[in-house]
């Protein structure tokens, strides 16, 4: 467990990044003067960075180690928050923003997939989501820092904070072993078989291996196994999920918190804040809750709940828009609705998405299959970032709401009839499940 723990520390640095902008943006612009294109091209650079960092992070990891690429991700992020300190402009503003987009972007990869090859089957739910737990809280900590620097305005404190956490990973890494599957992957049996004994023991250690082999050495590692006939079903359930987590609207909302409270018509700069910490609260609990769950009822069932809940509480905002637009009224309620939402996200999409994009892929292309989907998932988030204030501008928050709304439903049903259960079943036996469907349906189609 201690080391699922410290790995997920990751989640903070990711959490932090995307809560921290939402209550910098109503500081910066005292700074550094900026338009609101511009305030959308700041929010989405992190993201448009992750894009870098997650295309990348899949190929390192794979050929040097899951380890590696963790320690590569602080030290990013370090490096990072440091130039973001003396940022002085709006390009400054944009590359340091950018940098630390590429360690969202390793981070996101790299975490889930360490602690998926590290852990056992019975408990993978649980310690891949505590990640997500850790990206919550690391939320939360980001609103609580806004909130805390909201009278003296010193937006880059806001920033720093963040050094804590990765200079303790970039540390605790270099103590952590690696993955077993990725040594087996590498001839590095001995050495796999260690780390089993000391982190899992069992007396079937040596049929695990064999097992974690037969299944690398079925096929050739390379990108185009992602859309060969045998792994096609996988990769498009795996970059759905993946993408449509993003269309929800979740990073929207959160980055742009205080700004869309206040709009709805709550006053005042620290009232919007302590909104957004509220925000920041419900999240880390509820997610807490589907931790605690994920392993019990399962990754399915939690996934259409959620996701369920999110639609409805996207078709209350926009009524609470149509109804009582820029009121206090509409402030109130929106508050409401954005709890409600955060709620459903959290104990639905929020946890399972990380773990679906960890169990669908074989090893020998686990990393770069991650790194696929999280590439499309942060390209959607960067284009979300960018463009929600003008594109809510342009249709009105109503018609914002709903528009996320219908594309929260298409999630619902691709889902109901598409994403497997895989609770308590092993990555071999899951990628079993895959081989033997994806057989048949390529002989029922040749027939």
């Not at 069932?301 to 809940?309: A, H, K, Q, R």
């Not at 009582?324 to 609705?337: K, P, Q, Y």
Request: net charge positive.
């Amino acid at each position: 467990m201690w080391i699922a723990c410290l790995v997920s520390v990751g989640g903070i640095l990711y959490g932090y990044d995307i809560g921290v902008i939402s209550g910098a943006l109503l500081f910066i612009k005292n700074t550094i003067p900026m338009t609101d294109m511009q305030v959308g091209i700041i929010v989405g650079a992190v993201l448009a960075g992750s894009l870098i960092g997650t295309f990348t992070a899949g190929p390192i990891g794979d050929r040097y180690g899951r380890k590696s690429l963790i320690i590569l991700s602080s030290f990013v992020f370090i490096v990072g928050v440091i130039f973001i300190l003396y940022a002085h402009s709006f390009l400054m503003l944009l590359y340091a923003r950018l940098l630390l987009g590429i360690g969202v972007g390793i981070v996101s990869v790299a975490v889930p997939l360490y602690v998926a090859e590290i852990v056992p089957a019975k408990s993978r739910g649980k310690y891949v989501t505590f990640f997500q737990l850790l990206l919550t809280f690391g939320i939360v900590l980001a609103y609580f820092m806004d909130l805390i620097f909201t009278p003296s305005g010193n937006w880059r404190a806001m920033f720093a904070i963040v050094l804590i956490p990765a200079l303790l990973l970039f540390i605790g890494m270099l103590f952590l072993p690696e993955t077993p599957r990725w040594l087996i992957a590498h001839q590095r049996d001995q050495k796999a078989r260690e780390i089993l004994l000391r982190i899992h023991p069992t007396s079937t250690i040596d049929d695990d291996i064999e097992i974690i082999k037969n299944n690398f050495c079925r096929t050739k590692k390379s990108w185009l196994e992602l859309f060969k006939n045998h792994q096609y079903q996988q990769t498009a359930i795996a970059v759905f999920v993946a993408v449509f987590n993003q269309l929800t609207g979740i990073n929207a909302f959160l980055q742009y918190a205080p700004l869309v409270l206040k709009n709805a018509g709550l006053g005042s700069n620290f009232v919007t804040m302590l909104g957004s910490f509220g925000i920041g609260i419900l999240n880390f609990i509820c997610t807490m809750v589907a931790m605690i769950l994920i392993d019990r009822i399962g990754r399915r069932p939690l996934l259409l709940i959620g996701v369920l809940g999110v639609f409805g509480a996207e078709i209350y905002l926009g009524l609470t828009q149509y109804l009582f637009a820029h009121t206090l009224m509409s402030g109130v309620l929106s508050l409401i609705g954005l709890f409600a939402f955060i709620i459903f996200f959290a104990i639905g999409p929020g946890v399972v998405v990380w773990l679906t994009l960890a169990e669908l892929f074989p090893t020998h292309i686990r990393g770069q299959g991650m790194s696929f989907c999280l590439f499309l998932n942060s390209l959607a988030s960067t284009l979300l970032a960018t463009f929600f204030l003008p594109l809510s501008k342009m249709l009105g928050m109503t018609e914002t709401y709903w528009l996320f709304a219908g594309l929260s439903f298409v999630y619902f049903i691709v889902v109901y009839f598409y994403l497997p259960e895989t609770k308590m079943k092993s990555l071999e036996d899951i990628q079993q499940y895959f081989h033997k469907k994806n057989k048949t349906l390529v002989i029922e189609t040749q027939g």
